[in-house]
């Protein structure tokens, strides 16, 4: 194979070198909202790739799918002929080969295509992890960092008409300055775990509108479209038929109108997921979806939705068909997790610890669960590195923008366990913190800090990132990671925002479903009854705490994890779930039923 390589002159080399800084500058563009609503031509499916661990493809241009002209001529590589992988779908659960690989894949897909001139057209991916590399037709399109977040290229002048072909050089090798960093307690799937599709809009399309009450307003809509193209002014009109609404607007020179107007909505709850069909027209295209309308805020130490006070019942759940022991990124996949979720009685979901794929929050709305994202901002975050920031803002963005009118998601959690020691991390985060704000004012946010002290049966939370936040959100494993100081009904509490509401965010500990491993008094064996005991105790202690204003165990399912070592207990998997991989409840789970079914 490496023969191959020395073909490459120096010059040749640096030519390359050079192009490929040149073309690496194009980062996916900011992605349109509300594909479900968009003329699509899907390009999910079968896609032929290679498998590329050294990385050598860079070398011998892939993307250019050579072929032997000449009798003499050969190229070591070719899509033809080689393994293909289902898209969207991650590619370590589909080739035993692949289980445990962090590296390259090239995948590549045709399609046919007939111009239309009246039409532009966007390459449209939900998410590829971790790092995307797009060619069209041998040409580069760009680059998108980041594993969870919706990108797109505008390929309106480079289609063809007939076959084309795209290919994408995936690449999930953890990344010191990445986000997440290097280590983290989740399975690394790669690939392109979300759908892929060609969007086509006319020359002035919909791009992007935010349509939501105000904040504290439960019948005041406040917001604003913008069109793309080059009839940038034009008369807009929303619609809810529901309502009798016809409301009119006018978009400016910058293609931006402004939206405002008043209804009495029936307002979604977890107990009336009322959705609404709302149409947005313009004189040159037209989208529609179902949204929702409501009020959430934080004041004297409670949560209110649309005015009152509402007791958060959450459970933490990772992006993981449990029992596939894949990615999840389907309808189906969403309402397996889901309905896990309604039956233990839970009001809301923490999606750890990324932006889950859209399925996940469409669904959840539909079903009255409130949703809480999160940015992969997860522990080990190299802040120093200047790079950093950069991402995280770019990050914060994709995953504002694609589901800031999901009145379903509640919470944008910015970080989860950062170190507070870490160079340049209060800097880093409280200026995420100012940006979240500026591109969304109505919900709540918040930093997940694990950096209290639990001394003498007395937890501190003395981080100041919690003045950041609109919750004061704790991650603490009393009973596991950290034994008990004292009885649990008798801890204290100091809290460095006294008058913020506290959300227990994580608890809980591991247990084998089917227990009889060993004496039940032993953390090491695993048993169903020292989770269950973890849980008795923890909700002693939640009537210690001040401004409960909800909890969250860790976690729904148990979850394929690398860090999960021990052969007899874990075998791979973070055993933290009430439920076992397969769904078997186990006696902790009803522990936390009989709590919900009380609060
Ligand atoms: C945590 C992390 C979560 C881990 C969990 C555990 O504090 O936030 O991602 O997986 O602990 O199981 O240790």
Redesign the pocket.
Known sequence: MFKSIKIFSNKRILIFLFSFLLVDMVIGQDAMINIQSRNAISLNGQWNVIIDPTGVGEWLQVWLEKRPQKKTDFFEYSFDGGPVLKVPGDFNSQKSELTFFEGTVWYRKKFNYTIQNEKRLFLHFGAVNYIADVYLNGEKLGIHEGGFTPFQFEITNKVKSGINSIVVKTNNVRQKNGLPGLG???FNYGGITRDVNIIETGKTYIQDYSIQLKKGSLNTVSGWIQLDGLQLEQKIEIKIPELNIQYKTKSDKKGLAPVDFSSGFELWSPENPKLYKVIIKSETDSVSENIGFRNIEVKEGKVLLNNHPIFLKAVNIHEENPYKGARAYSRDDANLLLKAAKELGCNLVRL??YPHNENMIREAERMGLMIWSELPV??HIDFADSTVPVKMDRMLGEMIRRDKNRCGVVVWSLS??TYPSTPNRDKALVELTKKCKALDSVRLITH?I?SQKYLSNSFELWDTLYRHSDLVSI?E?AGW?VPWQGKPSDVKWKVVCPEKPVFIS?F?GEALFGSDYGPADEAAYWTEEYQEKIYIDQVKMFNTVPNLSGVCP?LLFDYR?LSRLHPVYQKGY?R?GLLSEKGDKKKAWYIMKVYYNKK
């Open positions: 983290y307690d989740w750890a610890h997860y522990q989860n366990e997940v694990n991650n494993y990671y994580e809980g860790w994890s973070n933290k």
